[in-house]
Each structure stands twice: as C-alpha cells, then as structure tokens.
C-alpha cells in the first residue's frame, strides 16, 4: 500500500505546531465572546474517557457516532530529541520498521490486512514524538487492535528488511535534504542554532549514522521506547469507550512494561550572539533563513507565540508578504514555522528569493519589521485577525474524528493532559496587543538568532 512520505513542516503541522505561510486574507470576524468557545468545546468533548493500564499504556477515547469510521492514533514519546550521536536517525528508521512485518502478520500484512478491512494508515516522526495513524470503518477495530498488538509484541528485525528500509531511509534523505535546497539549508541552521540540545540533530539522521546502524542499536532502541508506558493511545469515532478499553485490555495490557526512558536533561545555554551560516548549491535562487529560539508547548505563552506568528506570516496582509513580497518586492514567498515541542524550539522565517535577488536586503528588511513589531506592536485588526483564524483552524480540527484524534493525542503528549484541549479557545481569547508585543521583544533578539543563506552555485 503507498504511504506518502510526509515532509518535516508537514509533520510540524500534524502536531498542531502553527506552520503558517501566504494564503489568501479573509475579511475579520468579531471576536467570539470569551465564554462561548469553552462552553462549547466541553460540550463536544463531554464524552470523552480515559484509562490507564496497568502495564501504563494511556488509552483515551472520544466517542462520536455520527458515521461508523473510527481514527487511531498511537502516540510514542520518542524523535530525534533521544538520540545520540552514532544512532541518529532511528526513530524515524522504526516509523518505517513498523508497517515490515511481526509474528502474526508478515512482511507487507500490515498494510494489506487493514487495505482489504477498508482501512489506510500513515505515520510521521519528529524531534519529540512518532505517532501512528490508523483510519478504518467501525466495524474493523478488534482486527485492528490484533495489528496494533502483533507489531508492537512481536516485531520482525529480519537483517534482510533492515536493509532494504535503511536503503529506503537514505534515499528519504537525498530526496529531502541532499537534493532539496531548503531542506538542507534548514538542516545546518537546526545543527547551528543548537549547540547543546538534541535538538540540532536532524529528525532523518546523519548520512554516516544511516549507514552504520547496528542490530544491537535497533533491539535496545525499540525495546526502551517502544514500550506501552511510553505511549498514548488515541481513538475517535463511532465506538463505545468501554469496548474500547476492553480491547486494549485483551490485546495490548499483555505487552509487558519498560523501565522509563533515560530523560533528556540537557538545556541550550543562553545563545551569546548572531550566528551565520551560508550554504553553496547549484540552485536557480537564493533563500534566505532566520531562527530565533522559541517556546516549549507548554509555556504560557504558546498562544502568542502562535497568533504572532499569524500576524507576521498568514495570508497576503500580513506583516512579512506586505514587506517582503508586495512592497520591496524582494521575495516571492515568506512562511513561518513555530513548532513547539518538550522543550523550547525554534521560532522560523524561510524566504524564497527570486533569481538573483539579493539576500542582504531581504535580511534587512525582515529585520527591521521584527523590530518594529517589538517596539510598536500589532494593531487590534491584526490581533483580531490572528485569534480568528486560529480559532477557525481549531473548530475544522475537531470537524473530523481524524482531527479530534491528533488534538487529543498532542494534547495529552506535550500539555501533561488532554483536558488542555478545551481550554485551546480560552487561551486564545486571552491573548493581548502588550502581551504579543512583549514577546516579540523578548524573542526578536538579534544574539539569539541563527541566519542562514543559501547562495547559489554554477556547479553541483
């Protein structure tokens, strides 16, 4: 069955991290009264149950009946983020071992049991987390369970498969980061802006790595993260939370428990000044890239980083496309990245130059429209704009039992409590002109930024 591969913004996206980029404006709503949004999403979640089992797998349910489909989502705490020099990359390596056989169902099973039941499957990985994604009618889900459990219990490390995949695996990369200009731009602005934090290791792993994975690396890799007390489990659709935990009981309380995972510990020190970095490719334009250093999912300030994030970056009136792209006329695209995650990441501005155009001005002019969002703020128009089409990605979310899967599975992953996700529209609600203003001039500070171009060359 073809799983398309899902790129490192797409993943940030799934997440729920604010990816934003130009889209078409759209003319501003009132804000929603402030206790309207929570009224209404307690109302939508008031059926939602939880439990956790005794090998410490947490398993939670949102019922909703109104078409027999069913979105499972397996959340593992596990991404780059726990890697090391030596195994980089493997998290990523095991979102493709998992579909490679087990006990039960063989090589190639996976997908064609769930294909034959009408059901289709994915998966991502990300510095923080890989989570597992399974969409199949109602009537299929002690079949998927039996899945679920048999690659989790039993899963197949034939010397054979791991070769093929870490052959598939490298070619991931030379797709994506070799022979993509972006891609490996943002690579070596992730390895810079950290110097401490696993964070700089990138999510599909370092070329030497990939080649030079171990079968003793892979065992104890799985067996430490791949346990059910490191995982959440996610199911919204057309089921019965009881019959729910009694499959999960039958099926998944037998995978024994793990010792926990070693923690990561390690905290990027205070970045000391501008760091710079210039990558040489045959390439038809330049780019230009600066990251500052961001927020954690977790901090009180999430919501204004995301908001402000739209008011820069979102649709052809914001901020940076009036600047960059309508005015100066020195970029033909700007996006923002905001991901957040356990620990605080990068906040990102990514600039497609046109043939020839030239990079210093682009520079200066993102520059200086950062700095005059940090000392004179954003208008109320802006603000207004930001809260309404935050709110609006928010409610299409919980439109779909794929959608409630990923909020809840984020929520109760990087939040501590899938609860935080009722109170999402309150957050928002909250936000303000002095404390978006605030926290762009506590981010947008010139010796916490990494900047990066990419000049292009004649030859590869």
């Not at 797998?57 to 991404?79: M, Q």
């Not at 579909?99 to 289709?120: L, Q, S």
């Not at 070769?163 to 390895?191: F, P, T």
Request: with cysteine; hydrophobic share 40%; net charge neutral.
């Amino acid at each position: 069955m073809f799983r398309p591969p899902l790129s490192w913004l797409a993943c940030l996206a799934l997440l729920g991290a604010p990816t934003v980029q130009a889209q078409p404006a759209q003319a501003p709503r009132p804000p929603a009264k402030s206790a309207a949004p929570s009224s209404a999403v307690a109302k939508l979640g008031a059926g939602i149950q939880t439990r956790t089992l005794k090998n410490g797998l947490t398993v939670i349910v949102w019922p909703d009946h109104d078409l027999p489909n069913v979105a499972l989502n397996n959340w593992f705490r596990v991404g780059s983020r726990n890697e090391r020099p030596g195994i980089t990359g493997l998290s990523h390596f095991f979102e493709h071992m998992m579909f490679n056989g087990a006990k039960k169902y063989g090589p190639g099973e996976f997908d064609r049991v769930m294909e034959a039941n009408g059901g289709a499957n994915n998966a991502f990985t990300s510095e923080d987390v890989t989570v597992y994604l399974d969409w199949f009618p109602a009537s299929a889900l002690p079949l998927i369970f039996d899945l679920e459990a048999d690659r989790l219990q039993s899963l197949a490390f034939d010397p054979k498969v791991i070769e093929s995949e870490r052959g598939v695996v490298y070619s991931e990369r030379r797709s994506g980061v070799d022979n993509d200009n972006s891609g490996a731009l943002m690579e070596q602005m992730q390895a810079t802006a950290f110097v401490a934090h696993p964070y700089q290791i990138p999510v599909i792993g370092w070329p030497s790595d990939i080649e030079s994975w171990r079968m003793e690396d892979l065992q104890r890799y799985f067996k430490t993260y791949y346990a059910p007390n490191n995982a959440t489990l996610v199911i919204a659709g057309d089921v019965a939370p009881a019959r729910v935990f009694e499959l999960a009981e039958a099926t998944l309380g037998a995978i024994p428990s793990q010792p926990a995972p070693e923690p990561v510990r390690t905290k990027e020190p205070e970045q000391q000044g501008e760091r710079r970095i210039t990558v040489k490719k045959l390439a038809q334009s330049p780019l230009l890239q600066v990251a500052y250093h961001g927020l954690a999912a977790n901090d009180p300030q999430a919501e204004t980083l995301e908001l402000l994030g739209l008011i820069l970056t979102y649709g052809d009136s914001s901020r940076l496309h009036r600047k960059l792209v309508e005015d100066a006329r020195v970029a033909i695209r700007v996006r923002g990245s905001f991901p957040m995650g356990f620990d605080p990441s990068l906040a990102w501005f990514l600039v497609d130059l046109p043939p020839g155009g030239d990079l210093a001005r682009a520079e200066a002019l993102l520059t200086e429209e950062l700095a005059r969002v940090a000392k004179d703020g954003v208008t109320d128009a802006e603000l207004r704009k930001a809260r309404n089409s935050a709110l609006a990605t928010f409610w299409r979310k919980l439109e779909t039992n794929d959608g409630r899967a990923r909020e809840l599975g984020a929520a109760a992953t990087f939040r501590g409590d899938w609860r935080a996700l009722l109170d999402a529209p309150t957050r928002y609600e909250k936000v303000t002109r002095d404390g978006v203003r605030a926290l762009a001039a506590r981010l947008f500070n010139s010796d916490h930024r990494t900047v990066g171009w990419l000049v292009p060359t004649t030859t590869p």
